[in-house]
């Protein structure tokens, strides 16, 4: 009778398959394991070495000891086990036919030196990590950005330079010498160095930011990082093929940092995101993460550059500081918080925001309903485009020329507008005026208006709690407010109703008959005698003019339930 169990080597499996050697039901033991494959960048090449002759950059992994199971004299289950990581779900293709034509792990149909077979997919279930990789050993190379530092000379349009506060500046003209970025205009902030560094290129030539794209100064300047930090939990990459024979893309060009979690990849190059991806949370320094259609409800981290967002993305966060982002044709409700730069938006977008500090920002034709925060900068508005609201303090504003109607609104965050500013600037449409308020305060400067347009100005009001109570049934609590409110039942998590401080489940939030009311419905009636208190989390209840509520908390609620 055969036995059921036996330790071998990878090269005894293979002779022993090639054989037909096993025995159908058996657990074997392959006792030398260890992934192996090149690196790859992310112009779809080989990394090569620095020898005189270069060759591929080959990445081995540890020892690892799997477990394979025949299924008939010459076959195998794709499931494994691992005795170093027996939390691991793990999907393994011994075949080295199969590889022949990935760049990961052959070069002109030769595969890579004491191959060991292919880890397709690997899922952690105690962090809950998962990826059709080895992403426990698999390794990417980024290259340094960082550019040659500022000096005191002549540039020309289009050179970059590094600052001494670890930002990268490209000069938008020529540039004399003593012009300082940071202090001249002719220099455009792009990226801050300063939190995550320079390693951040897949590609040893060049990287892209938005509309810019910047050398790599020096190719031997490079890392080899791995794809998870520490602490790294609920992160998805693409799921395994059923079909492995050859159709395996290669390994993608993704890295996350220590503590990123709640994040999912569904396709493989660079961090892409494919369509229709909801509710994922990408944390902070995001870059090169590429969403496809119809994403929404997406979070992105501080400092994350050089995104694209498909086509009708909707209600995505845009984290601090983030830069080079391109939105496409008719996304809308999206967030881009405070010093967020060089963010392009498509045709036809709507009701976006940009927080205070926003620069470089490039709106599409026909896009209305967008919010620039104070002290924005260098905001171009396309033709025939709608509402657009911009903050004190913002400054080189151009538009081309055009006959539509465009109405601009002061930002206003504390619930007043300077009406005397908005009736003065009714009708102005001279090119290149400082604008100031009713009390001399500049307002706008540097604003470029195209020929034929009439500005209207009106005030934007941010929405203000005024009150709130229960309804005499103790089934509803009733929130009221200075504005017409927007329909907040899609974010039921937004408010918190609390009885004597300990919040209680409710049944869902809805506009009221008169709107500018929020009822909000607990699953148990409040009774006579309760402490009830609402606060607000998320920040995603608006007027109908689109403006955030700001956070409340424990604001009280008057109970008038009877004895």
């Known amino acids: 009778m055969a036995t059921l169990t036996r330790s071998i080597t990878y090269a005894q499996l293979v002779a022993a398959i090639g054989a037909s050697g096993l025995h159908k039901g058996e657990s074997i033991t392959i006792t030398d394991f260890a992934t192996r494959h090149y690196l790859t960048d992310g112009l779809n090449t080989q990394a090569m070495s620095d020898d005189e002759v270069p060759v591929p950059e080959e990445v081995t992994g540890t020892t690892e000891t799997i477990i394979v199971h025949a299924t008939s004299v010459n076959t195998l289950d794709k499931r494994v086990q691992s005795v170093e990581y027996p939390?691991?779900?793990?999907?393994?293709?011994?075949?080295?036919?199969?590889?022949?034509?990935?760049?990961?792990f052959a070069t002109d149909g030769v595969l890579i030196s004491d191959?060991?077979?292919?880890?397709?997919?690997?899922?952690?279930?105690?962090?809950?990590?998962?990826?059709?990789?080895?992403?426990?050993?698999?390794?990417?190379?980024?290259?340094?950005?960082?550019?040659?530092?500022?000096?005191?000379?002549?540039?020309?349009?289009?050179?970059?330079?590094?600052?001494?506060?670890?930002?990268?500046?490209?000069?938008?003209?020529?540039?004399?010498?003593?012009?300082?970025?940071?202090?001249?205009t002719k220099w455009d902030k792009l990226i801050d160095l300063t939190t995550r560094g320079g390693y951040t290129s897949f590609s040893s030539t060049s990287f892209t930011l938005g509309t810019y794209t910047l050398p790599i100064v020096d190719a031997s300047d490079y890392q080899d990082m791995d794809y998870l930090g520490t602490g790294c939990y609920?992160?998805?990459?693409?799921e395994s093929n059923v079909d492995y024979g050859g159709i395996i893309s290669r390994i993608p060009l993704i890295v996350l940092g220590d503590s990123s979690y709640n994040n999912v990849f569904s396709m493989h190059d660079m961090a892409i995101i494919g369509m229709a991806c909801d509710g994922n949370t990408f944390g902070t320094g995001v870059v090169n993460l590429h969403m496809g259609s119809g994403c929404f409800a997406n979070h992105i981290g501080n400092e994350s550059w050089d995104n694209t967002l498909g086509n009708t993305c909707e209600s995505n966060i845009f984290g601090n500081e983030c830069c080079g982002n391109l939105l496409g044709v008719d996304c809308s409700n999206n967030v881009f918080t405070n010093d967020s730069n060089s963010n392009i938006l498509g045709v036809g977008c709507q009701c976006n925001l940009f927080s205070t500090g926003s620069g470089t920002n490039i709106l599409g034709d026909n896009c209305s309903g967008i919010l620039f925060g104070p002290a924005s900068q260098f905001?171009?508005?396309?033709?025939?485009?709608?509402?657009?609201?911009?903050?004190?303090?913002?400054?080189?504003?151009?538009?081309?020329?055009?006959?539509?109607?465009l109405e601009i609104a002061p930002y206003v965050s504390n619930g007043s507008?300077?009406?005397?500013?908005?009736?003065?600037m009714?009708?102005?449409?001279?090119?290149?005026?400082?604008?100031?308020?009713?009390?001399?305060?500049?307002?706008?400067?540097?604003?470029?208006?195209?020929?034929?347009?009439?500005?209207?100005?009106?005030?934007?009001?941010?929405?203000?709690?005024?009150?709130?109570?229960?309804?005499?049934?103790?089934?509803?609590?009733?929130?009221?407010?200075?504005?017409?409110?927007?329909?907040?039942?899609?974010?039921?998590?937004?408010?918190?109703?609390?009885?004597?401080g300990t919040p209680v489940t409710i049944t869902g939030i809805a506009?009221?008959?008169?709107?500018?009311?929020?009822?909000?419905?607990?699953?148990?009636?409040?009774?006579?005698?309760?402490?009830?208190?609402?606060?607000?989390?998320?920040?995603?209840?608006?007027?109908?003019?689109g403006l955030l509520l700001e956070i409340q908390e424990d604001q009280s609620i008057t109970n008038i339930v009877p004895e």
């Open 234 to 238: 609920n992160n998805t990459f693409p």
């Open 115 to 184: 191959f060991k077979g292919v880890i397709v997919f690997r899922h952690d279930t105690i962090n809950n990590n998962s990826s059709n990789h080895d992403w426990r050993t698999a390794k990417n190379r980024v290259w340094n950005i960082e550019q040659p530092a500022w000096s005191s000379g002549v540039y020309d349009v289009g050179d970059f330079v590094q600052y001494t506060d670890s930002c990268i500046y490209c000069a938008n003209e020529s540039v004399l010498e003593g012009e300082e970025p940071g202090t001249s």
């Open 379 to 405: 905001i171009s508005i396309g033709t025939s485009s709608g509402f657009i609201s911009i903050g004190p303090g913002s400054e080189y504003i151009s538009l081309p020329d055009g006959t539509a109607n």
């Open 511 to 545: 506009l009221g008959v008169d709107i500018t009311t929020i009822e909000v419905s607990p699953t148990v009636a409040f009774i006579f005698g309760d402490v009830v208190t609402f606060s607000t989390v998320k920040g995603n209840i608006r007027s109908e003019n």
């Open 417 to 424: 507008a300077d009406l005397s500013f908005v009736a003065e």
């Open 87 to 104: 939390q691991d779900i793990i999907e393994y293709d011994w075949n080295p036919a199969n590889w022949l034509d990935n760049i990961n």
């Open 426 to 500: 009714s009708t102005e449409t001279t090119s290149k005026k400082i604008i100031t308020d009713s009390s001399g305060n500049v307002v706008f400067t540097y604003l470029i208006l195209g020929e034929g347009y009439t500005w209207t100005y009106v005030p934007l009001i941010t929405p203000l709690f005024v009150s709130a109570t229960t309804n005499e049934a103790g089934t509803k609590a009733i929130l009221t407010f200075d504005s017409n409110m927007a329909d907040p039942s899609a974010n039921p998590d937004d408010i918190i109703i609390s009885v004597g």
